[in-house]
């Protein structure tokens, strides 16, 4: 296909657009709800990858140590633990810090403070707190840890209690729940993306067929198929475009005040702040899809006119 | 130039549209082609511009079997044949001076040709003040003269014209009449499907009657007789 050629399809689909009038304004609408509905796909799935990574990250294993265990005997665990694979950090609480926390988070329960006063020394353990790479790894870290039994020097346990225990079945829970999230909500998101993506093709295959008799007539005076299916390709991809960055630039004020109302809801995830930073991604993938949804409508639409 | 060879073309479920039609039309021939409503006289040119396939038989131009030719070798072979509809059928989004142009670029003549030719041409049909106007802004008579533009502009050497003059008023006919003369006389060949008495004794040229599927009459220099 040389340049004349080309030049004269952009130019003919050009035209056939500009000149579609409320049939072009309707395919642009459509096409705008389709891929306003695949961009949420991407809001959704970048809002569900944030709230697991964030409980992921507020997850941990406690190990506390007995009293009589010292600094020195508790860096040799840690230091052990850090060996392993599966753990990602590990932070050491001294039983001095975790009584001032304690005492921080006590300061307006007097009752209790008077209590702690009375005991005239420190009740509280130190401690190691473990996050692992992944939240089904912390078994193996427990199971590590129970398996060889950190010892004093005197031959008992230096570790007093793990709290995996308690936290695991939060921990299941909340991974089982946020899986369930991501899957449900993938789930009707692709079913609506779909649903959409399908009207988008049945307008623009009713926009060609109102076409038909002129796809007709263009064989008749002796078009080739590209030449006639051409223009029309280029209308869809027009179509695509301007349907993009529709939902570009409506996607700035709704996610402004969607972000502004739901930050503290999603945990600290912002709407536009997520827009602003992955605007070349979010651009990307709306204009690819816009573009492909446009061309391989026509395509498909136009194919059955061109057998005369 | 055109030859039917003992064609016959079945519809579904139907009877034939024509049966043994056996046809020879020469280089530069003005033929009319007459018959009531449902002759066949439609039938006959969808087979010759391959919009059908005939049942039994062959359908010749020049040395081509129009059957044989695959789909994807029809623009060239109707880029040799300008066609005229009675209902126009002129691209209603496309301007005047875009319909005749289409058909150059459909065939791929440059910016060059085009921007002379189709001047001319819309000079010849004389709606060269229309150029810019839409279908929907032109009169019956002036979308049938465009149309014959838009056949003519690539010097084809067979003009189908399938009743050209059917949605015309008198004077538009005429006027349709004596151009599609002027281009025969040019050495263009012509066929025409008609049941207007009026234009088979205007052209009074050759003249074959169909009826029920079959040639039932073929006059050199016939008048409209049925």
């Known amino acids: 296909m040389n340049w004349m050629i080309i030049k004269r399809v952009l130019v003919g689909g050009g035209k056939n657009f500009a000149r579609g009038g409320a049939v072009s304004v309707a395919t642009v609408l459509i096409m705008t709800v389709t891929l306003a509905i695949i ?60 009584l001032t926390a304690f005492r921080q988070r006590h300061a307006n329960d007097q009752l209790t403070l008077q209590a702690l006063d009375e005991l005239g020394e420190n009740p509280l353990d130190a401690s190691l707190e473990v996050q692992a790479k992944d939240p089904s790894q912390y078994e193996s870290i427990v199971n590590f840890l129970q398996a060889s039994p950190a010892l004093s020097a005197g031959g008992a346990s230096i570790i007093d209690r793990i709290n995996y225990a308690q936290n695991k079945e939060v921990i299941d829970r909340l991974s089982l729940a946020i899986r369930a999230t991501h899957d449900v909500g993938f789930a009707i998101i692709a079913l609506f993306a779909l649903a959409s993506i399908l009207i988008a093709f049945a307008t623009i295959r009713l926009a060609i067929y109102t076409a038909r008799d002129e796809i007709a007539v263009m064989r008749l005076v002796g078009a080739s198929n590209a030449y006639i299916q051409g223009p029309f390709i280029v209308t869809g991809v027009i179509t695509g475009i301007i349907a993009v960055a529709l939902v570009l630039f409506l996607s700035w004020p709704a996610t402004w005040y969607a972000g502004t109302k739901t930050v503290g809801w999603f945990g600290g995830f912002n709407l536009a702040s997520y827009y602003a930073e992955n605007f070349a991604f979010i651009f990307f993938t709306l204009m690819l899809s816009g573009i492909a949804l446009g061309a391989a409508a026509s395509v498909l639409a136009i194919r059955k006119y061109l057998k005369v | ?67 044989d030719l695959p789909s994807s070798a029809l623009h060239h072979y109707r880029r040799k044949i300008g066609v005229v509809f009675q209902d126009f059928r002129l691209i209603p ?84 009449v004596e151009i599609l003369k002027k281009i025969n006389e040019l050495g263009t060949t012509i066929i025409i499907t008609t049941h207007n008495k009026g234009v088979v004794d205007a052209v009074g040229r050759r003249v074959v009657t169909i009826d029920r599927g079959k040639i039932v009459r073929d006059d050199a220099t016939g008048k409209y007789v049925l």
């Open chain 2, 1 to 67: 130039m055109i030859y039917f060879d003992k064609v016959t073309k079945r519809y579904d479920g139907n009877g034939p549209a024509l049966e043994n039609i056996t046809l020879s039309i020469a280089p530069k021939e003005f033929v009319s082609i007459v018959g009531h409503s449902g002759a066949g006289k439609t039938t006959l040119l969808k087979l010759l511009l391959a919009e059908e396939r005939p049942s039994d038989g062959a359908v010749f131009f020049e040395s081509i079997n129009v059957n």
């Open chain 1, 39 to 98: 961009g949420s796909l991407i809001f959704l799935s970048a809002l569900l990858t944030y709230t697991l990574a964030t409980i992921k990250e507020k997850v941990d294993v406690s190990v506390y140590f007995v009293t009589t265990a010292s600094e020195q005997e508790i860096f040799a665990v840690k230091d052990q633990l850090e060996k392993l694979p599966q753990v990602a950090s590990i932070s050491y609480t001294s039983a001095e810090d975790a």
């Open chain 2, 93 to 176: 989004n496309k301007t005047a001076y875009e319909n005749i142009a289409f058909a150059m670029e459909a065939a791929g003549r440059t910016d060059d040709e085009i921007a002379s030719d189709v001047p001319y041409i819309l000079e010849l049909v004389n709606l060269a003040d229309k150029a810019s106007h839409f279908p929907d802004q032109l009169s019956g008579g002036e979308k049938q003269r465009i149309a014959i533009g838009r056949a003519i502009i690539n010097q084809p050497e067979l003009i189908v014209a399938d009743e050209p003059t059917g949605n015309l008023d008198p004077i538009n006919t005429y006027e349709v």
